[in-house]
């Protein structure tokens, strides 16, 4: 491979969530017993060196000794263009972008522009913690469709439960992830233009969080939401961001495509009456550094990397972890374990498998935020080497 995704990184006393959080904050795993080195297998950030490109970048920039109010550049606005042409197949207006200090960010300013509080707000279940926490932050009340498993397991929609939801609950706002975290589902186009045949049925509006869109397993494709019909393209705010693909979200960036003007200026003026709306000098650096040819080419080896470490992982779950039912993602780098089926069979609680995990040194994330009932979530983003002992670390100590 031109680029490295074996080194294991020490990334101690850097400010990493990851590492620095555990046995600190609330949610966070327990430290491992005594002679178990620890793995972050629980932040949705990755434990890779950075894309090169990026790091020169941000160092060319740096270098230059003043880091005042700034313009973006042309060089900026260029790169997005870019790469959402090649990578998504979306040909962007300039006027269409507009930058996000976060995708949760843009999310909130999209609730206060198109519903009141209190009123509610439609997700898919299970359901990206993030969500959960900004949405009933901000004062809005969110409503459940949980996904039903088709006989080959794979999570979908369920749009018989949706429409009876919009019906009755008055719902006029869908938040959606695509690919879908925490369970690594990317819809297929036919599936959303049912969703959106529904959607356009009652008038409902979509705030798209398409965060991990470049984070494809085995050869999936993302299909954008604002690609599926003139309907879609005029009622959603899908939501960007190079934080996931390449690691960045320590420096703070996404950005929001709008193509409907009107819905633009309200969603726009949201962001701006917070005051807190404003790009950041070395994230956009960074960005160009990561839209880039290099950055292309990384990102394909990332994905290989990402999907041979998926097949280590469903391979060890289906032939060693008898009751732990898992669907192989199609796009994150995230698994959601179903633990069940071992829990009942065991006698062992979800806290007690939790612990276990974390005793040996598997830095794994209860699922139950995410409106998993007995479920854990697990990144595999990490070296090969590392995924494979977490795994069989697990099978020696944990799943017996």
Known sequence: MRFDFTTRLNREGTNALALDAVGKMKGAPKPPKEGYSYLPMWVADMNFIACPSITESIIRRAEHPAYGYFLPEKAYLNAVLSWQREH????????????????LGGIASGLRALAAPGECVLLLSPTYIGFTHSIKDAGYRIILSEMKKDDTGLFRMDLADMEAKIQKYHIHVF??????????????????????ALFEKYRVDVLSDEIWSDILIGGAVHTP???????????????????????????????????????????????????????????????????????????????????????????????????????PPQGTYMLFLDCTQYCKTSGRTLDEVLQAGWDVGVGWQDGRPFHGPCHIRMNLALPTKDVEDAFARLKEHVFL
């Open 88 to 103: 998504n197949r979306m040909e962007i207006p300039e006027e269409a972008l507009g930058y996000e200090n976060g995708v």
């Open 175 to 196: 938040v959606s992830c695509n690919p879908h975290n925490p369970t690594g589902r990317v819809f297929t186009r036919k599936e959303l233009e049912e969703m959106y």
């Open 225 to 327: 939401l604002q690609s599926i019909s003139l309907y879609a393209k005029a009622h959603t705010a899908a939501f960007y961001a190079p934080s996931k693909t390449f690691n960045l979200a320590g420096l703070v960036g996404s950005y929001h495509v709008i193509y409907d003007p009107a819905l633009r200026d309200r969603i726009t003026a949201a962001g701006r009456k917070t005051s807190y709306n404003s790009g950041n000098l070395l994230s956009m650096a960074a960005l160009e550094g990561a839209y880039s040819e290099e950055g292309s080419a990384w990102v394909k080896e990332l994905n290989e990397v990402l999907t041979e470490n998926v097949n280590a992982a469903i391979s060890m779950i289906r032939n060693h972890f008898r009751g732990v039912l898992v669907t």
